[in-house]
Structure formats: structure tokens, C-alpha cells
């Protein structure tokens, strides 16, 4: 089985990404500083570095491609991940206590559950204060099998 998750980025999108990593890291040379000097530090660094710089390259369009084929990866797609997934995609959920009252279960098992999908790349949790606010982080999700 493999499963590819895409997301489209709008100009929109690709502007609030763009703020989101300035507020975060300062400026491009600030980022780029860091992460020249942190080798060995957070691979999130250079990850953003790079989203940074192609966001920056006038007339991109964007397309955010993430695949998965071992079973350990597809294993993290369960029913009750994937009822999480459409309550954040059809309500706009302001924190995971909120979204465990919508699915009707225990907190701890859908911050678990939350951190599994953020992992994966299929919802974002932004921080605001001790709150942790998920969002949808994909438009689509293919699934195939394969022999």
C-alpha cells in the first residue's frame, strides 16, 4: 500500500507561510546564519531554510508531496486518526481539548493521536500559549495498492 498526501498552496498560503517563518526565525540570512552554525541541531532548521527559500522565488506555485509506503508509516493511519482528520477538515477547531469533545474521547488519546498525524505531515498544531490548535494540513489523500 502507498499513501500520498498533497497539499496546494495559494498565494495566500504561501504569504502566511512566509510570516509565520519570519516571526519565527527573523529574516532568511537570520535562518540561514542558524542553520549554517547548527549542523548537528534540529533538522526542522534546514527544512525551513529551504521551504523559505523556494517560497521566496517570485511565480511559484507550490505543491507540498509527501509519500509513504512502509507499513510502519500507513500503520499510523488508523479509523479513529483518519474521524479526527474529517472533524478538523469540516470544523474549524480551536484546541485539542475541543477536538477530543467533537470526537467524544479521552484527551490524552487524541493529543497521542494528533502528535502521530503531525508526524505524518496530515495536520499542523500550532501553538497559542498552553493551547495547541490543530489544522489541516493537506487537500489530498491518495491511497493505492499495489502487487
Known amino acids: 500500500m502507498k499513501i500520498e498526501i498533497l497539499k496546494h498552496y495559494n498565494p495566500e498560503d504561501v504569504q502566511g507561510e512566509l510570516a509565520r517563518l519570519a516571526a519565527r526565525y527573523g529574516s532568511l540570512d537570520g535562518l540561514a546564519h542558524k542553520a549554517s552554525i547548527g549542523k548537528c541541531g534540529s533538522p526542522d532548521v534546514v527544512d525551513n531554510l529551504v521551504i523559505w527559500q523556494a517560497l521566496s522565488a517570485p511565480g511559484t506555485d507550490v505543491i507540498w508531496k509527501v509519500s509513504f509506503e512502509s507499513a510502519e508509516a500507513v500503520a499510523k493511519i488508523s479509523p479513529k ?21 467533537a470526537a467524544k474521547r479521552d484527551y490524552k488519546n487524541v493529543y497521542d493521536d494528533a502528535v502521530a498525524l503531525e508526524e505524518c505531515g496530515l495536520i499542523v498544531l ?21 502487487r
Open 81 to 101: 486518526r483518519l474521524e479526527l482528520l474529517e472533524i478538523i477538515k469540516k470544523a474549524r477547531i480551536a484546541s485539542l481539548k475541543e477536538l477530543a469533545a
Open 126 to 146: 500550532e501553538a497559542n500559549g498552553r493551547r495547541m490548535r490543530p489544522t489541516h494540513a493537506a487537500d489530498e489523500m491518495k491511497m493505492t495498492f499495489e
